[in-house]
């Protein structure tokens, strides 16, 4: 079974200060990663998907990830985070047995704090 | 366009009794996917239809059960109710096709007491 590791449940940066967000994935084939967030009482929102086609993904509202197949890595970087950022930011990977890509297996998600 | 719409937002059952959550796909999305949000599990896959079949399933008792209308419209039911079915339900909607992406509900808030 697939499994994504988010590390530190709990990040804190300044305003304008990097965000990095990381995520470790499991998977014995080059699966389909995504990013989501999650603002509060609210669905998740799709930053970025990685499905082959580039290693450096950009997303929207200013995020990318780069997949490293060596280090099994999806990490989340935001070059300068405003207050508006602040969420909760969910790695996925797709499970692409059954003939069926839409069953996601989530990491347990990092809250993101942006102080003033 | 509309998006996914999930209704009710909140609900609140009492232990023992059953639920019927509904979920309004985007217009022309085919595949409508379940998950259970809780704090101590996290997101949960459920099942996923897809032109009224159920495609993939995730690990949950058979208390949880979905289908899917011919509109794409799907509900999902839970029976016997026990308080650790309290949680964020979404649902998801796409294509069904390849690779695109899924596009979430705001949820239906479910607190069992």
């Known amino acids: 079974a697939q499994s994504v590791t988010q590390l530190g449940s709990h990040v804190s940066v300044s305003e304008g200060a990097l965000v990095l967000l990381r995520c470790n994935y499991s998977?014995?084939?080059?699966?389909?990663l995504f990013w989501y967030v999650q603002y509060p009482n609210q669905g998740l929102q799709l930053l970025l998907k990685y499905t082959s086609a580039a290693t450096l993904v950009k997303g929207i509202n200013g995020f990318e990830a780069e997949f490293k197949k060596s280090e099994t890595s999806f990490h989340l970087t935001k070059p300068s985070a405003h207050m508006s950022d602040a969420a909760e930011y969910f790695c996925a990977v797709s499970d692409i047995s059954g003939g069926s890509n839409y069953k996601l297996t989530f990491g347990k998600g990092t809250l993101l704090t942006v102080n003033p | 366009k509309a998006g996914v719409t999930q209704t009710p937002r909140y609900l609140i059952k009492t232990r023992g009794q059953q639920v019927t959550l509904s979920c309004s796909p985007i217009?022309?999305?085919?595949?409508v996917s379940w998950y259970q949000q809780t704090p101590g599990q996290g997101l949960q896959f459920l099942f996923e239809?897809?032109?009224?079949?159920?495609?993939n399933k995730g690990n949950f008792p058979g208390r949880f059960s979905g289908r899917q209308f011919s509109n794409s419209r799907s509900e999902m039911n839970v029976s016997t109710l026990e308080l650790g079915d309290s949680a964020l339900y979404l649902c998801a909607s796409s294509l069904g096709q390849g690779n695109d992406e899924q596009y979430f509900g705001p949820g239906t808030r479910l607190t069992v007491t």
């Open positions: 998977s014995s084939v080059p699966p389909y």
């Open positions: 217009s022309g999305h085919r595949s």
């Open positions: 239809y897809f032109s009224e079949t159920q495609r």
